[in-house]
């Protein structure tokens, strides 16, 4: 099973993200997509082309990751490019991109918290899709 969910880059998270790798000391979890997907996932790393979504440490489960669309890499290079001059991140625009969760990872995630992700206003579940098992 894989659950589609489209992650918002808003005006207020590029407020609240604005001064990442400026003031504060890491730029993989303050950055405008680490703050978007925290309610997810709440230990997320960002890195340049994926997410790890229980954090960039060595254990296991923190390898796991999810790659970031096309669109999602280009804004975190612009974003990225803007931290010397943090006032600039506030024109970039606002935005969506779609990420895939993978069964791998949700069967990770308290399934309580997934609910509560799923039935809050702040996300969209655009598809869940399910595969089937060729034997």
């Known amino acids: ?9 808003t005006k207020e998270i590029l407020e609240q993200s604005k001064n990442c790798g400026h003031q ?18 709440p230990d997320v790393y960002v890195a340049a082309d994926c ?6 440490a060595d254990d296991e489960c923190k390898k796991v990751s999810i790659p970031l669309p096309p669109i999602a890499r280009q804004f975190a290079k ?13 024109l970039l ?14 069967n990770m ?8 992700v799923i039935n809050s206003s702040s996300f969209r579940v655009e598809e869940i899709s399910v595969q089937q098992c060729h034997r």
């Not at 974003?79 to 600039?88: H, S, W």
């Not at 995630?109 to 509560?116: A, E, K, R, V, Y």
Request: proline share 7%; charged share 15%; aromatic share 14%.
């Open 24 to 41: 504060s000391p890491e730029n993989g979890t303050h950055c405008a997509i680490a703050i978007a997907l925290k309610d997810i996932f």
């Open 51 to 56: 997410m790890y979504p229980f954090g960039n």
């Open 78 to 90: 612009l974003f990225d490019g803007f931290y010397l001059t943090p006032g600039l991140r506030l």
């Open 93 to 106: 625009p606002a935005f969506e991109f779609p990420i895939e969760i993978h069964d791998e990872v949700i």
């Open 1 to 9: 099973m894989s659950v589609h969910f489209n992650i918002a880059i």
């Open 109 to 116: 995630i308290n399934i309580d918290d997934l609910h509560g």
